[in-house]
């Protein structure tokens, strides 16, 4: 249940979310045939930037889900057109309309709520530490005085202030800025999704002297964003979402292959059981919290 609770506080969250205005933003995407979709170049493996400069993720794969699903649902052909973003330019690019939706490692918090609204949830992350092996760091305690180096207007800098007043957050441009602040020692920590760690972790062969701390900061689940107030556009994306996590609880080919394909034993990222089981909760209780959808056609 303790593992649940944050998933509950999350589906309330997104209870709360009223109805909105028609589906202005649904037309406009089926009149110009173009979905743009805002997302990370550094959230491996949601989101990321590979050798041939493509943007690919296990989130790039949801926004071509709802892309797909808003075909359906228009008889329109659309084209997705991905736009690399800072962490700091999510929100202020989605009240612009410079994108329709931002889908990388984003999750919930009150004061996004309050800018713009969320999908429902399709994966589960959550605060930890990259901290240098056998340093002892991973509790807030032993944060105290410490300096930790984290992305700006991001939960895992909100976490790391609200357990541990007294360390020093340093808030840095992007992933790669934080990695190489800890190896030349200018910081003590790095806050970060835990799986985006342990992902930049893995691709290092094991030659990096760090390690993830064991203590989560937080949990949250992780969602994509939308502009608010946009109820008919929000209803396709959440309709792709439920549609994908019912294939894979059902085990599905495609679902099952997209999910394996970077979380799977041969994936880009491998999970453990336990890992992969906060996944499976997260979407059984996504499709129960929803309703079930007719299957493709």
């Known amino acids: 249940m303790k593992r649940l609770l944050p998933l509950l506080q999350l589906l309330a969250a997104l209870a709360l979310v009223g109805p909105a205005s028609a589906g202005s933003l649904l037309e406009s995407v089926a009149?110009?045939?173009?979905?743009?979709?805002?997302?990370s170049r550094d959230a491996f493996p949601f989101a990321y930037q590979n050798e041939e400069g493509q943007l690919v993720g296990y989130s790039i794969d949801m926004m071509n889900l709802i892309r797909e699903e808003i075909e359906r649902q228009t008889g329109r052909p659309i084209q997705l057109k991905l736009v690399p973003l800072e962490t700091d330019q999510r929100l202020s690019s989605l009240e612009s309309g410079a994108v329709n939706l931002v889908c990388d490692a984003s999750s919930f918090t009150w004061s996004r709520d309050e800018k713009v609204d969320f999908s429902v949830s399709y994966g589960m992350t959550g605060t930890q530490l990259l901290v240098p092996r056998g340093s002892g760091l991973s509790s807030p305690e032993s944060l105290a005085g410490k300096r930790v180096g984290a992305l700006p207007r991001t939960t895992s800098a909100l976490a790391v202030a609200s357990r541990q007043p007294t360390a020093s957050v340093v808030l840095l441009k992007d992933r790669q800025a934080g990695y190489e602040a800890l190896q030349q020692g200018r910081i003590d920590a790095f806050a970060d999704d835990g799986m985006l760690l342990y992902a930049w972790l893995q691709r290092q062969?094991?030659?990096a002297p760090f390690e993830v701390s064991d203590h989560t900061y937080s949990r949250e689940g992780i969602a994509c964003m939308l502009p608010q107030?946009?109820?008919?556009?929000?209803?396709?994306?959440?309709?792709?979402?439920i549609r994908y996590m019912q294939g894979y609880l059902r085990h599905q080919p495609r679902e099952r292959g997209i999910f394996d394909r970077w979380f799977g034993p041969q994936g880009k990222t491998p999970l453990t059981q336990d890992v992969t089981g906060l996944f499976t909760e997260t979407m059984q209780l996504m499709v129960d919290f929803k309703e079930e959808v007719p299957t493709r056609p």
């Open 31 to 39: 009149a110009s045939g173009v979905l743009v979709g805002g997302t």
């Open 229 to 241: 107030n946009n109820a008919s556009f929000q209803r396709v994306v959440d309709l792709a979402l």
């Open 205 to 207: 062969g094991g030659q």
